[in-house]
């Protein structure tokens, strides 16, 4: 006896009929009593390898009472309940009103159910076999959708569903490798979306879902290598999203989304080695997002213009991925270690995008440990972001150099490889100016020309002046951008450490009264007014090789007369020497002590002499730089925000 698939069962006396004629399987008979009493219909306890007649049920008599019979029998309001049997045939749905909730369980359904549009209490297919998966596209559930422990070969589809309880698939093995294993873009649902322990060979979509509730992915293993494993654009979910101990392989996507809780993605696995591990690109959560103790990590996090409410990291957990792109990325409390390395480092890895240079990233943590009193971190973060950002216009000055040196040399090759060096440019920088006319010089063989072989060359040779010209003037602004900065950062920090120019002003005095000393013990300074110059009493000691240090002697108090008596000196009131006082009249040009109005060094008495009298122009020139740069960083002439 053979059991064919049944034609469409609309009425009481075609199941009569069947029976009558004996074409109901046991299994069937079980459904129909269990149907009319409201109760399970326990066909077997476990999923059916093989179709036989005492688990078979066919799909035309199961759809007849999920619809609710008809009105010589009527299925109870607690809808259909299902235990270990083997649905034969198309099980079809679409665009029904089901009598109550539908349950399988350890369920073998051989083709793919089709349930569009289906409108129904509540639909549990758990610890099932779908051969070729289920197409539920915008079924309404008043309950819940439940696919715990079940296995598709197929996709599963809830495209614009609406769910009123959560969506359970935990504890699933979901197949359609390189396709859609799960497939709800637009879904909304009431409650959560469970997806723990679930392993998914294809993407998961919940693009454009509304999820009132929680999305939980916790330990699952969802794997699609050339696409999207996750893939949750512009999903609104108001509660938490779990993904931790999870496994991906394949891009993770939260691009433009909303979490109205915690993005949890702590000791999870995300791989995707040739492209985004996880894009979070316009990610707003509201809460908070946990990126800590991060098992593994191959590929690229984009986090570019996500706004999250807590970060909770480590520095561990960054340096795993192969790339990091934190532009525009804010966070309102930090939560992570402050170790200002560690961060530089991880600014470091994320401020570079597609070759630039994004000062945003440095900004942001500097204002919110300025906001949490740590200060001092944050000016040297933005320090260390004025270095950076200064290295990367250097970075691409040379890059312009270079491509206006690969023009020149283009230029200059024989016509027969000319034509590759062009492609190849154009290749580089699809779009340029300086390129476009380049190419325009050297028109192709059998072109026509609208201009004589002479123009052509006159404007070549002023095509390769122009690009020299460019080349020199930006090697020049290179090398002193580099001198500017070095003594900006020295001298302030960037405006950032104004209190280096005192350390500064104190390192030029120190040298300053070092030199001065030497001087002046040696015998190397003289006075610099030029009545005492030519003096007798100065002319005297000066001119006298017995005395070693004549400044010294002359403007003591006391010296001794050639018949050894203790005489007055001529200089005792002229402004007593001070090596420090000094320095500091020769470093601060905003004060004067009278020292360097006073005294200057010789270069004729000896090295020392010689040496000050050179060495305190550069003081002076120094001490003016440091003090003008140092006032303006205090009076906020230099800004530093």
Known sequence: MTYDDLHMITHWAQVVQLRDDDLLTPAELVLINAASRGETANISQRVPNHKAPHVLIRAALLRYLILGGCKDFQTQPSGITVNGAWIGGLLDLRFTRAHGPIDFFNCHLAQRAELVQLRADGLAIVNCILVDGINASRVQVSGNVTLNGSRSDG???????????HLSCVHATLRNPGRSAIKAQGMSVSSSVLLEGTVAEGMVSLLG???????????SDLSNPAGHALQAQSARI????????????????????????????SHGTLRNPDGLALNAQRLVVREGFVWRRIKGLTGTVDLTSAHVGDLWDDHESWVKTDGLFLSGFIYDILHGGIDVGERLAWLKKGAISRREFYPQPYEQLAKLLRDTGHKSDARDIMVAKEKEQRRASRTRWRRE????????????????????AFAKLSARRPVDEELARLVMLFPPDGAPSFTDALTLQLARQQFRAEQNSYILRKKLRSIGSVIADRIFGLVVGYGHRPERSFYVLITLIAIGWFLADRAWKEGDFAPTIGPVLMSPGWQALATDVRVQNPAQVWSDKYMLAPDGATVLTEGRDYETFHPLAYAVDVVVPIISLGQEASWAPSTTRGPWGWWLWWIRWLLTAFGWIVTAIGAAAVTGVIRRD
């Open 155 to 165: 996709k599963i589809s809830l495209s614009g569903s609406e769910i009123g309880g």
């Open 209 to 219: 879902a509304r999820i009132d509730g929680q999305l939980v992915c916790i330990g």
């Open 238 to 265: 108001q509660g938490d999203v779990l993904c931790c101990y999870a496994n991906s392989t394949g891009e993770v996507s939260f691009l433009g989304a909303e979490i109205g809780g915690v993005l949890d993605c």
């Open 401 to 420: 150099r270079q491509w206006r040196r690969d023009l020149v040399a283009a230029g200059q090759l024989p016509d027969s490889d000319r034509a590759d």
